[in-house]
């Protein structure tokens, strides 16, 4: 099983940024995607942003030019730096991952645990 741990949120002022952390780990054959959800209370969870195993990424219009995505792929780790962030980006962010395991070798999302961003004006 994959257990994917999320660091990073907190309460900021409009205007300021955060970097968010997900690190994926357990008997990982190999990762495919790896990406950034959003939910916002009584919302569907949203794409924020994605990265493949050969590093092309992808935005929400909503963050492209102030979000950026980015991968540690020695340590399973996924990034998200959040710049001039609005309240309109508060939310809880879940982390995702496409992954292969030894106990389950077929390309598997898993998600984790989710950590609040919370943007005050």
């Known amino acids: 099983q994959v257990q994917l741990v999320e660091s990073g949120g907190g309460l900021v002022q409009a205007g300021g940024s955060l970097r968010l952390s997900c690190a994926a780990s357990?008997?990982?054959?190999?990762?495919?995607?790896m990406g950034w959800y959003l939910q916002a209370p009584g919302n569907q969870r949203e794409l924020v942003a994605t990265i493949t195993s050969g590093g092309s990424t992808n935005y929400a219009d909503s963050v492209k030019g102030r979000f950026a995505i980015s991968r540690d792929y020695a340590k399973n780790t996924v990034y998200l730096q959040m710049n001039s962030l609005k309240p309109e980006d508060t939310a809880v962010y879940y982390c995702a991952a496409e992954v292969r395991t030894v106990a389950r070798p077929i390309l598997t999302d898993y998600w984790g645990q989710g950590t609040q961003v919370t943007v005050s004006s």
């Open positions: 357990g008997r990982i054959i190999s990762i495919n995607t």
